[in-house]
């Protein structure tokens, strides 16, 4: 307990700083990133963020940009290649990467969570690679090649890793699950030999809320030992 | 005929058995739909403005700039001019627009004006905030604390606290709403299912909309953790109705993050200061402590504070709620347990170390104090010391190692009530060999489905999946809001009465052609057959066909006899502290528990691991932390408000007390028990390993630092 001074329960009126502004700008990473995308100048600058945040390998530029011109506020052609497929939407281009999956394609494995690049619930694959989508502009990754879990998914049946998350009851809510899912295969797509402790840098961008990390250790050393993951993804 | 009670242990096909949770395909593939993700055609998103100060009176409220926006489609104030709101974070306005983002900006656009007024957000003492911001609620003597003290031989005193923590779940606080005609149709993320029509049924009516429970259909497939805040419709619920209805459009309306982290749930924190006496040989006597706490703005609901579990003869215990405008108090996980289990727990720790007794031998000498339950602790003591090799880890307080690293040991005991909510279930066969379980309940990750699912396949005789579960809707059979460790005895003792209700109904219908009366048959194995005899049997198919063309359905509800209340746990915590920059690290953390039968071990034990996790953050990491100058919260965002990530919770060793004398309590709950001691049993573990108390949690590096500044080894 403190000892410290005794707190001041004084009125407003009195002290009335800055910071109770309601117009003072909220410091969101994801708000800046949004706010980002009018023009293609401040768009790439956007995305080296991202690039930089996130680890995404940078790509120029240009597909669909229109050139060096305004884009939005309003709609704009954006195409994705997700899970094979080419999707041809009009966002406004401070759509996220999730908010596109999530709203405009009601593909709503990728959740939103923190909205800020820490809990990895929103995470998918971008070339091979897990990223958070809630801080990644959907403008900003045409011509890349998205995986999301609905993609990984086979038809019937279950991925293997989503089979070893459940035969280790590596969830309960859920809710953090598959963006779980989606950074675990990543990491095994690079790491044949994961080891328990390894585990712990790997998927430290993740959280879990309900407290699965046990099963969640077991389902990865038991899905890297799974014939289906060798050689990649089933 | 087949009656109620459970199966003996040699007659179980699936009740205390590892089974795979069934929704968990759903849900480690992304299929799963959670309320926040439910997209209708024609859907709004809704956003809030909300008050940036802890304490005003809205003065004026101008929504034309928002209204005016493109994309905009309703708006709704939820505190009107002249009123105040209590905490930063409150909600005020409501806009509905075509897109989230469109949304997003509107709610930005509103602008409220406001009259700032006194507040508190400082979590200090009753003394240094004055008495209008405190309210005494308990100061209870029990035998004669002043002369025991005088007959210890050994006193101890310190300070222990626990600060203002957040549920932060994962899937925010809100729904998805749609009017059709007359009819409400809310996908809302809650824990009670069943009750949330009348929550809207309240809160419309208060804002004119008149409508009957019964044209409210509430549904929750899936819930993305609540922990004892999602049982209200809440402001935003209320709300969003109201959008849905003006706009003629369904509504999407979740919490953003920093709105979830503000407001949506804080568990009050609690502090005390602590005397406590003994005998040379370790026998209590004596308890005196002078406890406080936040608890909202009007502490409803609040403790009377420890001691807990081992109280001895003499006590005296005051309790002082300060009310704060932090936010408004909701139930959390075992609520005020984890905070009194700290504090209890922590001085009995200090008095052992004060006693040079190994504070296994401090408890067991004790244990008789804990009642009808010390047998109990006695088992969990004898397994977890053996889990953890306590004997060859405890050493006296100073002797943690030689290195800058120190190791300790720590241990906590806890208990819980857990007996069984209001449950109603209908199960009903088909002629074609069908199941079907019907429940108005949720399951909200802890097993709910898979428990239902065991316990109508263990009565019929029939594998997991001869048996479809329907749930989370409140068009099934009404059932309790799933809080306190109160569902798994609720759903299962009336899915086991339904069962056997609706097979005593086949049993009649089967008999003649078995040539025998219906009570010497029973349902084992995928048949009907003549109790113990297998060559006298029907497959269950043909058995079911016999029913012609009409189901039969059973019905039943929560029943007492099939389930009690009152658990016992012990844990124990290993870390390792670097006292050079304070960082406290899990080595190894054991849990042993008891819930009378355990229907499913796999998903009680993922409770188990669960808990000790969640422990494990609010022990070492979590903190709500407030700025008096501004009112607000600090850290609104999981960046700042630290959860363990997988690498932070070291070796977890859970272990289910189960068989004679567990299983014939029958089912008793056990999400909130798990949870209570975690922060005790790490927070015993650092004093071992250093030597020296450290008085708050979370266990961070500074307080550490602090406490190692004041004395034990650095």
Redesign the interface.
């Known amino acids: 307990m403190s000892n410290d001074d005794a707190p001041r329960c004084d009125s407003a009126d009195s002290a009335a700083p800055d910071a109770r502004d309601k117009k003072l700008p909220d410091l969101s990473r994801r708000r800046f990133i949004k706010g980002a995308g009018i023009a293609s100048v401040a768009a790439s600058a956007g995305a080296l963020l991202a690039d930089r945040a996130l680890g995404v390998p940078p790509k120029p530029q240009n597909g669909g940009m229109g050139g060096g011109g305004v884009l939005g506020p309003a709609e704009v052609p954006v195409t994705l290649r997700l899970n094979g497929k080419i999707h041809k939407l009009n966002l406004e281009p401070r759509v996220t990467l999730l908010d596109a999956l999530r709203n405009h394609l009601d593909l709503t494995g990728a959740k939103k969570v923190c909205d800020r690049a820490t809990c990895g619930a929103c995470t998918v694959h971008l070339d091979g690679r897990a990223i958070y989508s809630c801080t990644t502009l959907a403008i900003d990754v045409q011509d890349r090649e998205i995986t999301t879990i609905e993609g990984l998914e086979p038809a019937e049946g279950l991925h293997p890793m989503s089979h070893a998350f459940w035969a280790n009851d590596a969830q309960q809510c859920g809710f953090c699950t598959p963006g779980f899912v989606m950074a675990c295969t990543a990491y095994l797509n690079h790491e044949a030999h994961p080891t328990r402790e390894g585990l712990g840098h790997a998927l430290g961008g993740n959280l879990c809320r309900c407290g699965t990390y046990m099963g969640i250790k077991d389902a990865v050393l038991e899905a890297a030992h799974s014939t289906k993951m060798k050689g990649g993804r089933a | 005929m087949a009656d109620y009670h459970w199966p003996p242990a040699n007659h179980r096909a699936l009740i205390g058995k590892r089974i ?2 069934v ?3 759903q ?8 309320s ?2 439910i ?1 209708r055609p024609g859907m709004l ?1 809704g956003k809030m403005a909300t008050s ?2 802890a304490h ?1 009176k809205v003065t004026k409220i101008d929504t034309s700039a928002a209204e005016a926006m493109p994309g905009v489609k309703g708006v709704v104030t939820i505190v009107p001019e002249g009123q105040e709101v209590f905490w930063a974070g409150q909600e005020i306005v409501a806009v509905a627009a075509d ?3 469109r949304a997003e900006a509107a709610a930005d656009a509103v602008k ?1 004006e406001y009259q ?5 957000v ?1 979590d ?2 009753p003394q ?3 008495a209008q ?1 405190t309210k005494q609620l308990a100061n209870n003597v029990t035998g004669d604390p002043d002369q025991a003290f005088k007959q210890a031989d050994v006193i101890s005193e310190g ?1 222990y ?1 626990i600060p203002v923590i957040t549920h ?5 606080h809100g729904q998805v709403v749609e009017w059709n005609g007359g009819d409400l149709t809310v996908w809302a993320s809650t824990q009670g299912v069943s009750d949330m029509a009348g929550e809207y049924v309240q809160g419309l009516g208060e804002q004119g909309i008149k409508i009957a429970a019964n044209n409210v259909h509430v549904v929750t497939q ?4 609540g ?1 004892g805040s999602k049982f209200a419709a809440d402001s935003w619920g209320i709300a969003c109705a109201q959008l849905s209805k003006r706009t003629g459009r369904p509504v999407k309306m ?1 919490l ?3 709105h979830e982290l503000m407001v949506a749930g804080c568990r009050p924190s609690m ?1 005390a ?1 602590v005397k406590v006496g003994a005998k040379r040989d370790g026998t209590l006597v004596a308890w005196d402590s002078e406890t406080w706490g936040t608890q909202g703005p009007s502490a409803e609901g609040a403790p009377t504070g420890p001691p807990y579990i081992l109280v001895p003869p003499n006590v005296r215990s005051k309790f002082t709620a300060v009310l704060t405008n932090i936010g408004p108090a909701r139930a959390w996980r075992a609520p005020n347990h984890p905070q009194m289990a700290l504090i209890s727990n922590g001085a009995m720790e200090d008095l052992a170390a004060k006693l040079n007794m190994d504070p296994v031998d401090f408890y067991l000498k004790n244990i008789d104090l804990a009642g009808t339950h010390a047998k109990i602790y006695r088992d969990e003591f004898a397994k977890a010391s053996e889990l953890m090799d306590w004997k060859s880890k405890w050493h006296p307080r100073n002797q943690g190692g030689s290195g800058v690293v120190k190791r300790g040991v720590g241990l906590s005991i806890h208990t819980w009530g857990g007996r069984g909510n209001m449950s109603n279930c209908q199960v009903v066969i088909h002629p074609d060999g069908s199941v079907e379980t019907n429940i108005g309940s949720q399951d ?3 097993g709910t489905r898979t428990v239902i699912n065991i316990v109508t396949a263990e009565t019929l005789g029939l594998p997991l999946d001869g048996v479809k579960v329907n749930l989370g809707d409140n068009k099934y059979p009404p059932a309790g809001a799933s809080g306190g460790s109160t569902t798994v005895s609720g759903v299962s003792t009336s899915t086991r009465m339904a069962a056997t209700n609706a097979l005593n109904e086949l049993l009649a219908k089967v008999a003649p052609s078995l040539g025998t009366s219906a009570d010497k048959l029973e349902a084992w194995q995928g048949k009907i057959q003549v109790i113990g005899d297998s060559s006298k049997s029907i497959p269950w198919k043909q058995a079911c066909a016999k029913l012609g063309t009409a189901s039969v359905t059973g019905t039943g509800r929560t029943n007492n006899a099939l389930m009690s209340s009152g658990v016992g746990g012990v844990q124990m915590s290993e870390v390792e502290v670097d006292t050079e920059t304070g960082i406290v690290r899990m080595i190894k953390h054991v849990a042993v528990q008891d819930c009378g039968l355990v229907i499913d071990v ?2 009680a ?3 188990v ?6 422990g494990i ?1 609010y022990a070492i990491y979590e903190e709500k932390i407030m700025d ?5 919260c600090l850290n609104p ?3 700042f408000y630290k ?7 070291g070796e ?1 060793v859970v272990h289910m007390m189960q068989g004679p004398g567990y299983d014939e309590r029958g089912t008793i709950g056990l999400g909130e028990p798990p949870v209570i001691s975690p922060g005790a049993a790490i927070s015993n573990a650092v004093a071992n390993a250093i030597g020296v108390r450290v ?2 949690l979370p266990l961070t590096p500074d307080r550490v630092l602090a406490a190692l500044g004041k004395g034990g080894v650095a």
């Open positions: 795979d949770r929704d968990g395909p849900k480690s593939s992304g299929r799963a739909k959670y926040f993700d997209n998103w940036p100060y005003a897109t989230e983002e409220i700032p007024l006194p507040y508190l400082a200090t003492t240094q905030v004055g911001y300070d606290g932060c779940c994962l899937e925010t899936y819930m993305g953790g922990f979740m953003e993050r920093d502090h200061h909200l990750g802890t796999k998903t034990e993922s409770q691991y669960g808990a000790s996790i969640m953050c008096q100058v501004t009112g607000r965002n999981m960046e959860l363990a990530s997988i690498a932070d919770i977890i008085p708050e």
